[in-house]
């Protein structure tokens, strides 16, 4: 696979090409860039999908709500069947805002508003109209979205994929040059091992090169498998993992050191379908033993749980919460809370 994307290369130049050209009009000021008047922070990367971006931004959110600080989300809300300005609520679901506003919907309801539109200048007018007192807008995956600009930007990259070893799409997976990692402040090196040393740590900063001088590493950190049915106990000799995300390797990994597994693997953001439910089930049915569960992410469980048979006792499905440890905590919190204190 890899030797085939290598022969799209002169593609790959082509359309980085095309991008660069857009990047240079938008920084010279031939192509304008609405600035948003309110404190803002865009969470972002140069790969397309899959570099942990929503527990970064759920964990952003979080942290000013906890300071009382009135946020908004900001979200194209991909996938969703919807169009236009909409905002959050508890009765949305992922066919209206798409699954990872819904997931920031339901972590934190009313404390913070969630707000999807394609077009990121409309949804902030929105904020400003329907909620003045809102201090702060967190624009999840709005990096290459030039049409506004933040006042603060955070890069994502994946510790074992990192983008200065990728190749433009279609050759590799980057959605502009690397240069363009100079537009962001923080860089973020996500699900990077734990306990990670002080020389690993410099090889990294090293290799990549990042033009900002804040680099961080954050961590997956894995909570208790969540039951769809509460009277359900989670007993695993074998789990069927069921996914529609950019990256589940680490999830498959992490289940792996306690049971065993099989992985039915959907493509990113993928609208599951009654078809698919029952092609999961009968997989399901055919395990051996009553040790056995199915498990998922807290993403796709916004895209399953429209469907009652999940809820059912004999299929047990469970998800797999998941919130971030970011090294250096307390820099990054400081480094948030200087610019957001600055109104």
């Avoid at 279609?170 to 240069?179: D, M, T």
Wanted: aromatic residues 10%; glycine residues 6%; positive net charge.
């Amino acid at each position: 696979m890899k030797r085939l994307r290598i022969l799209l290369l002169p593609f790959a130049l082509l359309y980085g090409l095309v991008v660069a050209i857009r990047n240079i009009l938008y920084n010279k000021g031939f192509l304008s860039s609405y600035i948003i008047p309110k404190k803002s922070i865009v969470v972002g990367n140069l790969s397309a999908g899959g570099t942990g971006k929503t527990p970064l931004v759920d964990y952003i959110l979080n942290h000013f709500k906890e300071l009382n600080i009135s946020t908004s989300a900001l979200s194209r809300g991909y996938g969703r069947s919807t169009i236009g300005v909409l905002i959050g609520n508890s009765e949305s679901t992922s066919e209206q805002i798409g699954d990872e506003p819904l997931l920031y919907q339901n972590h934190h309801g009313d404390q913070v508003n969630v707000v999807v539109a394609e077009k990121r200048q409309a949804g902030v007018e929105r904020i400003l109209k329907n909620f003045p007192e809102n201090k702060l807008i967190v624009l999840d995956d709005a990096f290459q979205h030039r049409a506004v600009r933040a006042g603060l930007s955070i890069l994502v990259t994946q510790f074992n994929d990192l983008y200065c070893d990728d190749f433009m799409l279609p050759a590799g997976n980057l959605r502009e040059f690397k240069s363009g990692a100079k537009r962001a402040g923080i860089l973020v090196i996500s699900k990077s091992p734990l306990n990670l040393d002080n020389e690993a740590r410099k090889v990294i900063i090293e290799r990549i090169n990042f033009p900002g001088k804040h680099v961080f590493f954050s961590s997956i950190a894995y909570g208790d498998l969540v039951p769809f049915n509460s009277t359900v106990i989670a007993k695993a000799k074998r789990i069927l993992l069921v996914t529609g995300i950019g990256n589940p390797k680490p999830l498959f990994d992490q289940l792996s050191r306690f049971s065993q597994v099989e992985h039915l693997a959907f493509k990113d953001h993928h609208n599951f379908t009654a078809s698919d439910i029952e092609l999961i089930h009968d997989k399901f049915g055919k395990f051996a033993g009553d040790e056995k569960i199915i498990v998922t992410t807290e993403k796709d469980f916004m895209r399953l749980k429209k469907f009652n048979e999940v809820f059912e006792a004999s299929h047990a499905w469970f998800y797999q919460p998941i919130k971030i440890e970011i090294d250096q905590q307390k820099i990054f919190n400081n480094l948030l809370e200087e610019y957001v204190g600055k109104i």
